[in-house]
């Protein structure tokens, strides 16, 4: 079993950063990936709201550029995905990938959280094959074509506007009539030509045959259904935490969100956890970043204090 001082679980900003801080604390951390490097902003078309970037940059490039700053600083990465940990009994404590065992010192948890799905009749079978959760990803098979967002936050929107790069006309289906989105969004939005929405309404079936071919929509307050054509569904209605391996270790809320305090401990000593998995509420880059920051200063205190115990305990008992 390989041993680790410090493991990041999760490579979001909230990793990241707690990768360049513990890095350049000289604790050589190793952090694993999870399936996507750099997390939800490797998904991510268009960055406009992390501080030192005026023109904007994309989500990806964000990614490449934290990463690589991690590593001049000692992190290293490792490509795979944690399916267990024990936290009960340690420190050490254990984490089990698809490709390996470890025992680490200490941990920080930035496993992130995930997109959620509708839930929807055609929504699974049809994944991959013209219901995306990424329009980054995905927006490029949709030259040309007609898609519908299904959504009223930033997410949505962002999205949203990215897609009419591709396709001809972008229909936006949101289950009220007010937006969550922030105002900025919304204003480039509406004056969209491509983009058109469908207002108290909600998908309540995908169809297709092979693809995507048409929606089958209710409108929420006289349940009338509609169905509407369409060669893609893409979907940005929130997250969940992905906790789930995580479950029985550590104290979570009733959502599956780990519950930190100010200094990003969980209910675990020696384990920290930064980003969206312990945060419902901001979810910005900027405030994982810090998150991961804090978790990883900490992480560092803790680290020490433990040590210093442990080499002044022989001479106390001498
Ligand atoms: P979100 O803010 O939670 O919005 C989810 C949207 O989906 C809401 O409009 C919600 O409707 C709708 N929804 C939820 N469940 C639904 C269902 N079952 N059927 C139909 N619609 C459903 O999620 P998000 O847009 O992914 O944003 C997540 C966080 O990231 C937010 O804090 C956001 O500010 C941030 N973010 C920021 C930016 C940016 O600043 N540029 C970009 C992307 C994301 P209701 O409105 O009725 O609840």
């Not at 049809?126 to 898609?147: E, N, P, Q």
């Not at 092979?210 to 209710?218: D, H, L, S």
Request: some cysteine; glycine content about 12%.
């Amino acid at each position: 079993m390989q041993h680790e001082r410090v493991i990041i679980i999760g490579s979001g900003p909230a990793g990241m950063t707690a990768a360049l801080y513990t890095g350049r604390a000289q604790l050589n951390p190793l952090v694993i990936t999870g399936t996507q490097v750099g997390g939800q902003i490797s998904i991510t078309s268009e960055v406009e709201n992390y501080p030192g970037f005026p023109q904007g940059t994309t989500g990806p490039e964000l990614a490449e550029l934290m990463q690589k700053q991690a590593e001049l600083f000692g992190a290293r990465f490792v490509f795979d995905e944690v399916t267990e940990v024990r936290l009960t009994d340690g420190p050490p404590f254990y984490v089990k990938t698809y490709g390996a065992e470890y025992e680490a010192d200490s941990l920080i948890i930035t496993a992130g959280a995930s997109p959620r799905r509708l839930g929807v009749p055609g929504e699974e079978l049809l994944i991959g094959r013209g219901v995306s959760y990424c329009a980054t990803c995905d927006g490029f098979f949709f030259r040309g074509k007609k898609v519908v967002v299904v959504g009223g936050g930033d997410s949505a929107l962002e999205e949203g506007i990215f897609l009419t790069r591709f396709a001809d006309s972008v229909t936006i289906i949101h289950r009220r009539d007010e937006l969550r989105a922030g105002a900025t969004l919304q204003k480039r939005a509406f004056a969209n030509e491509k983009i058109n929405f469908i207002w108290d309404t909600i998908v309540t079936e995908i169809h297709g045959n092979g693809t995507v071919n048409a929606v089958t929509t209710m409108h929420v307050h006289s349940g009338q259904q509609n169905r509407i054509e369409t060669d893609g569904v893409f979907i940005y209605i929130g997250h969940y935490p992905n906790s789930k391996f995580l479950e029985g270790q550590i104290a979570m809320d009733e959502h599956g969100y780990i519950i930190t305090d100010e200094y990003m401990r969980t209910s675990v000593p020696g384990v920290f956890a930064a980003g969206e998995i312990q945060d419902p509420i901001y979810r910005q880059i900027a405030t994982s970043v810090g998150q991961g920051c804090a978790a990883a200063i900490q992480l560092e205190r803790w680290l020490s204090e433990r040590e210093d115990v442990r080499t002044a305990a022989p001479e106390k008992a001498g």
